[in-house]
């Protein structure tokens, strides 16, 4: 092995080393953040029951909503929005 050549384990350290994972993860998309609606945005509070409910995905089941009990999702900037069973 000449002194030109790298040695493999050289080679393992420069790809594995703590700054270039922090780049590479860096560049990563997030999918999530591409998205047109939040799920913050899809939850609503209704205030007869005082509970928040949200629409379900049309391609889980069209027509269906899900209804989260009382204090369990913080209400404070969620739309007012009077659920279906209301």
């Given at each position: ?21 922090r ?16 799920i ?8 007869k ?7 379900s995905a ?29």
């Amino acid at each position: 092995m000449s002194k030109d050549e790298e040695h493999i384990i050289d080679w393992i350290l420069e790809r594995t080393s703590e700054i270039r994972q922090r780049a590479v993860f860096r560049e990563k998309k997030r999918p999530y953040k591409h998205t047109k609606r939040t799920i913050d945005n899809m939850i609503y509070y209704c205030k007869k029951c005082n509970s928040c409910w949200c629409d379900s995905a049309r391609w889980l089941d069209a027509g269906t909503y899900k209804k989260y009990p009382s204090g369990m999702i913080p209400t404070l900037g969620k739309k007012r929005k009077q659920c279906p069973d209301c």
